[in-house]
């Protein structure tokens, strides 16, 4: 019933930017907190951003102050403005929402790849 649509990968040099977007929608969806998480290949799924209603953004040590998240007021729709991209950000990003009611969706995932 809920769904999270991804969009804004692609392929990009390093050093420079990208922005992803993710679009949550279904009846009665209403999230508490939004993020984005990436996973390379052979590399355990890791944290690049998240932010929770009443809360401050949380980053990933590895992204902390090359990416900034934000989100609409409803917390329907996230990005990741990512700048400064280096060759290790090349990974899967997922879209990640909790709802209040305490349930985790996810995205299909969209690929990212810094490469010169």
């Known amino acids: 019933q809920v769904q999270l649509v991804e969009s804004g990968g692609g392929l990009v040099q390093p050093g420079g930017s990208l922005r992803l977007s993710c679009v949550a929608s279904?009846?009665?969806?209403?999230?508490?907190?939004m993020g984005w998480y990436r996973q390379a290949p052979g590399k355990q799924r890791e944290l690049a951003a998240r932010i929770t209603t009443g809360g401050s953004p949380v980053y990933g040590d590895s992204v902390k102050g090359r990416f900034t998240i934000s989100v609409d007021d409803n917390m329907s729709t996230v990005f990741l403005q990512m700048n400064y991209l280096k060759l290790e950000d090349s990974a899967v990003y997922y879209c990640?929402?909790?709802?209040?009611?305490?349930?985790?969706?996810w995205g299909q995932g969209t690929q990212v790849t810094v490469s010169s």
């Open positions: 279904g009846s009665g969806f209403v999230s508490k907190t």
């Open positions: 990640y929402a909790k709802t209040w009611a305490g349930f985790d969706h």
